[in-house]
């Protein structure tokens, strides 16, 4: 079973920058397709970003297109998601999850093992 871990979340103001780290344990990481799920208060989980084993194909949720951009390091065995051009409305908890196949999904059934979240505030 892959373990998650993620880290970088915080407090910024509306028009900042974070970058959120998925640090994962196992040996199956860079087989798998992974992705950034997020749950505003309030609101049900919804889809962020996802990316294939390898990088090279992406997928991001309409809302965050143009500003977010997830990657991943095999070798560290690590995702990341790179935000830029907060808004107040992109707070929430950021989840971090894997998925026994190497083409990403967008749904949250598409994905086979979480992290427990990170919690990310944008400020007016």
């Known amino acids: 079973q892959v373990q998650l871990v993620e880290s970088g979340g915080g407090l910024v103001q509306a028009g900042g920058s974070l970058s959120l780290s998925c640090a994962a344990s196992?040996?199956?990481?860079?087989?798998?397709?992974m992705g950034w799920f997020r749950r505003a208060p309030g609101k049900e989980r919804e889809f962020v970003a996802a990316l294939s084993w390898s990088g090279s194909h992406t997928l991001y949720a309409d809302s965050v297109k143009g500003r977010f951009t997830i990657s991943r390091d095999n070798a560290k065995n690590t995702v990341y998601l790179q935000m830029n051009s907060l808004k107040v409305e992109d707070t929430a908890v950021y989840y971090c999850?894997?998925?026994?196949?190497?083409?990403?999904?967008?749904?949250?059934?598409?994905?086979?093992?979480w992290g427990q979240g990170t919690q990310v505030t944008v400020s007016s």
């Open positions: 999850a894997g998925r026994y196949n190497l083409d990403p999904g967008t749904s949250i059934p598409n994905y086979d093992y």
């Open positions: 196992g040996r199956t990481f860079s087989s798998n397709a």
